[in-house]
């Protein structure tokens, strides 16, 4: 089986700070890699390299599918009068970027939205105007956004963040569904590894330009972190769950993450 | 006043040519304002517009001094000021006051324009408050070739430029040209403006251009929905008021901004009701799917 992703010998830099260098990571279909580390290691870069918005400085990287890539974002607030339904929003997922109008195959086009929306569960307000739902409702339809071109490989950026527990299960759990149903690919980008342990397959952490790769046993335990941290770094284990103890400012993130979009021109 | 209800004066200006003109100025012009509406409103360009509205003022003084058309002159004056409002204007923290300082030099150096004019005064307000009636066969046609550019590009950009528009993240994930759509859109808008500027004049050109779409995302959510009652809306606004204005002899503007206040106000109106009949059937709204925009 060919690997989805081919990351080899590539490294990042900006100005003369390298983010890592030397990373080869193969991602095969169906896996489930988290990528964790702290602020500006270099996660969301990963994606956008992934995206094909920004380059490595060195190496190469490649994807089997020439399929478009699913995308899931971080959740944002909405403006409440934003002219939007769910509808709408997914189906943006599906030909936003094409130019046109986009009039030709609408039958087919409400026939894979209604598809997709189904499949995440979002049927009673995917009608409704998507700045009112709340923040796991909209992450539902924001994977039925990434889901709907059908994918090979879904990059998601901290999809989970500001959800309360039951929506981060949820939406974790269509994205678990997906790769297992599909095969697909998953890179996903979190800052807590928790919510989603029970899917990772392997983790990929960054700090400060050094990273480990494996499962979540191997990258997930004292003596490793403390080398990537370079300080005494301890991990508990707590019904499951992962803590890590130590490095709280380098490990404690709640900051945002964003995809450097330029920002609108009147 | 009561002139306004004086429907025989009315009927017999309808049939004058120039009054034909004029209305299918406006409704060119109420296709056009409707069709950019919703757009306007979710990028959040109304400052813009009235800034570009005023450059297009500036544009039309600096052409009737020169003697060459003030259409000519508004439409350079908007194209100019969406291009540097494109430039200057990137960043959206910096956005409101660059078109605070754009705005108010364009509209100082369009009254230095103006003052140098020696033709009649009510041209020179005409640019201010509008005045249809000077609309002529020449002018009708520059008119509808613009309108019809504009709308082709605008098919033609739609769907990216809406993906860009309420999704910016995500659009851009997938390579949306955010940064070319927004500078594409504001000449477009610029274009637009221009025309309403010779229909309600440049104080009062977003009457036309926002305000229709403004109560029309009122209520719907549908971006299409949006689209088609942005243009009923501002058809209604820019037709009825000429109308109306016939017979009383009082500037188009006046009515076409006060019909589409009304509107607005009706929409408000709706959404309000119909946000309050979904929270007494339902306590919990954000979970609940509401009706608007079904």
């Not at chain 1, 089997?64 to 607030?77: E, T």
Request: aromatic fraction near 6%; proline fraction near 4%.
């Amino acid at each position: 089986m060919s690997a989805a992703v081919e990351i080899s010998g590539a490294s990042l830099a900006f100005g003369g700070r390298t983010l890592w260098s030397g990373l080869d990571l193969t991602v095969q279909p169906g896996e489930f890699l988290a990528i964790l580390g702290p602020n500006g290691s270099g996660k969301t870069s990963l994606l956008k390299i992934l995206l094909g918005l920004q380059q490595l400085s060195a190496g190469s990287w490649r994807m089997a599918s020439d399929r478009p890539v699913g995308y899931v974002p971080q959740q944002r607030a909405m403006q409440e009068a934003l002219a939007l339904r769910g509808v709408d929003l997914v189906g943006l997922g599906l030909d936003g970027h094409r130019w046109g109008l986009g009039l030709f195959g609408l039958a087919e086009r409400r026939r894979r939205v209604a598809a997709a929306i189904e499949s995440v569960g979002a049927q009673a307000y995917a009608k409704s105007p998507v700045g009112r739902l709340s923040g796991g409702e909209q992450q539902r339809l924001r994977v039925a956004q990434a889901l709907i071109g059908e994918p090979d490989v879904l990059l998601c950026d901290e999809p989970l963040a500001s959800l309360d527990l039951a929506h981060q299960r949820a939406v974790s759990a269509l994205i678990d569904r997906r790769r297992r149903e599909a095969d697909t690919a998953v890179l996903f980008v979190t800052h807590e590894l928790n919510p989603v342990l029970s899917y990772v397959d392997r983790v990929l952490y960054l700090v400060d330009g050094r990273f480990r790769i494996g499962t979540p046993d191997e990258v997930m335990n004292s003596k490793t972190l403390s080398e990537l941290y370079r300080t005494k770094v301890e991990v508990i284990r707590v019904g499951g769950q992962i803590h890590v103890v130590g490095t709280q400012s380098a490990l404690c993130e709640d900051e945002a993450h964003h995809l450097g979009v330029e920002e609108r021109v009147s | 006043m009561d002139k306004l209800f004086d429907f025989g004066l009315t009927g017999q200006l309808l049939a004058q040519p120039f009054v034909q003109t004029a209305l299918l100025a406006a409704a060119v012009l109420g296709l056009v304002a409707g069709m950019l509406g919703p757009l306007i409103v979710t990028r959040r360009m109304s400052f813009a517009v009235h800034g570009t509205a005023e450059l297009a003022f500036t544009g039309a003084a600096g052409a009737l001094l020169l003697g060459i058309g003030v259409e000519y002159g508004a439409l350079a004056g908007s194209v100019i000021a969406a291009l540097l409002l494109g430039l200057l204007g990137g960043r959206e923290s910096d956005r409101d006051s660059v078109i605070g300082v754009i705005l108010s030099f364009g509209l100082g150096l369009g009254v230095l324009l103006l003052t140098f004019y020696p033709g009649r005064t009510s041209n020179k307000f005409g640019i201010l408050i509008g005045q249809i009636v000077s609309i002529d066969s020449t002018n009708i046609v520059v008119l509808i070739a613009a309108a019809v550019v504009v709308l082709l590009v605008l098919a033609v950009i739609y769907r990216p430029l809406l993906f860009s528009s309420v999704d910016p993240h995500v659009a851009a994930a997938r390579g949306v040209p955010s940064r070319l759509l927004s500078v594409v859109f504001a000449v477009l808008v610029g274009i637009a403006t221009a025309l309403g500027v010779q229909i309600v004049g440049s104080l009062l050109v977003v009457s036309l251009m926002v305000t229709p779409a403004a109560a029309a995302v009122r209520v719907t959510a549908s971006p299409w929905r949006a689209t088609l009652l942005a243009v009923l809306f501002a058809e209604i606004a820019a037709l009825g008021g000429i109308i109306l204005s016939l017979a009383p002899g009082v500037p188009v503007s006046a009515f076409v901004t006060a019909i589409s206040f009304l509107i607005y106000l009706v929409c408000r109106l709706i959404a309000y009701r119909r946000s309050r009949a979904s929270r007494i059937s339902a306590p919990d709204v954000a979970r609940v799917p509401s009706a608007v925009g079904r």
